[in-house]
């Protein structure tokens, strides 16, 4: 449950500076979750108010919390809020350690983020998607051929829901499939909280030295993947090879978050055989499917990165304060009423349905178009292949990941 965090006196003074006093700072713990259970503190604090203030497990001070579509949205396309403006800040957070790399894409503002990302747009266009759509559904055949083959039970996770993103982000990356394994483990390393700082920070150095390396043989390169854009950029002085590392650090790192999305979406499949037939029996009905599960999974734990208001603004009769951090919550935003009429219902007739699953705004992940493909390509191979697929496990005894940033099964024993 969320509870009142007491104020010192420096706090106090602040709000009455700030006109905050009216809202209490809500603790949120942000426990594991298992399943596909909506976090019951953000439900709490999107009926307090649009605009409420919070207090993560790590880091200092307090910050405001947007919650409302309309206001979430808002505050990610607007430059008043400063994603680059953190770097100087210990601000309160979920991850027990903080140390973004400077230059890093996620905490650059325009122009300078526009810039970066123009460097590899092309990639990760719809048309630099669907150049690899042929070969990523040959790769998912192949991976299903072998389950099929080993016959059930089996791990879905280990034996397609994790190795389909990994072999699809390092084909688009350019990443040899040698290195793969690799590159698997970092991530998992830096996406996890429960290993430690240290860990977490080794693994990110060692990916990032890859990548220097990678990019640095590529720096005349004519190919289309990103590290071969991005050694070419760097030649060209486009960027430095500071900002193209931490943007293939970025990149590789987001590429694994289809893992864990598409395992809560068959989770939920799974445990609703009614929207398994609906998927089954009316192909037509997927896309829209896709998108539904997409607006309706939590897809993370509590909120993603901050942003530094640089001027006062108000939101919904609420003052933030220049210097203020502000959080916004795409998952809320996602069950906004006003928006999604009835928002808890899995609806896969919906529309439109206009969710902010890869985000809004200067910084909307650069590989919604590559993950939106994934997810259609793991659909339909798993739902038309695998007859009668349903869980090998009670489907509170299929595990979840503990100490992890971006939510999921750590396993997901199923049967067909």
């Not at 713990?29 to 439900?43: H, M, N, R, S, Y």
């Not at 896709?290 to 901050?306: K, N, Y």
């Amino acid at each position: 449950m969320a509870l009142t965090e007491p104020l010192g006196p420096a706090d106090e003074a602040a709000d009455r500076s700030s006109g905050a006093a009216a809202c209490p700072v809500r603790h949120w713990e942000v426990p594991d979750l298992a399943g596909v259970d909506f976090d019951p503190t953000l439900a709490e604090l999107m009926r307090e108010g649009p605009v409420t203030r919070i207090q993560l497990p790590n880091g200092e001070g307090w910050a405001w919390l947007v919650t409302r579509y309309d206001d979430v949205r808002m505050v990610a396309n607007d430059l008043r809020f400063s994603r680059e403006a953190v770097m100087e800040r210990q601000v309160t957070r979920l991850a027990p350690h903080f140390i973004p790399d400077r230059g890093a894409v996620g905490f650059l503002d325009p122009p300078d983020h526009t810039r970066l990302r123009r460097s590899v747009a092309s990639a990760l266009t719809s048309k630099g998607v669907e150049r690899v759509r042929d070969k990523a559904r040959r790769m998912l055949d192949e991976l299903v051929d072998e389950l099929v083959q080993d016959g059930p039970p089996a791990d879905l996770t280990a034996t397609v829901l994790s190795p389909f993103p990994i072999a699809v982000i390092c084909e688009v990356m350019g990443v040899p499939a040698a290195d793969r394994h690799t590159l698997h483990i970092w991530t998992q390393l830096i996406l996890s909280s429960s290993h430690g700082k240290e860990v977490s920070e080794k693994a990110k150095r060692e990916m990032g030295a890859y990548f220097a390396d990678l990019i640095a043989l590529r720096d005349s390169s004519t190919g289309e993947d990103v590290v071969s854009l991005l050694g070419a950029a760097v030649g060209r002085r486009e960027v430095t090879l500071a900002e193209a590392v931490g943007l293939a650090v970025l990149l590789q790192i987001g590429g694994e978050a289809v893992t864990n999305n598409s395992g809560q979406m068959f989770y939920l499949l799974l445990t609703r055989p009614d929207l398994l037939d609906r998927l089954r029996t009316d192909p037509a009905v997927r896309p829209r499917a896709i998108d539904e599960m997409l607006r309706w999974i939590p897809h993370r734990s509590a909120v993603g990165l901050s942003r530094i208001a640089l001027e006062d603004v108000e939101i919904r009769g609420v003052r933030i304060r220049a210097g203020d951090a502000v959080y916004l919550s795409y998952l809320a935003a996602n069950r906004d009423p006003d928006v999604f009429p009835d928002p808890e219902t899995v609806d896969f007739a919906r529309t439109p349905n206009p969710h902010v699953s890869f985000g809004f705004g200067p910084h909307y992940c650069p590989g919604g178009q590559l993950g939106r493909l994934e997810e259609e390509l793991l659909v339909d191979a798993l739902v038309d292949r695998l007859p009668g697929l349903r869980l090998a496990v009670p489907a509170d005894q299929v595990p979840f990941r503990k100490g992890a940033l971006i939510r999921g099964p750590e396993a997901l024993p199923v049967r067909w």
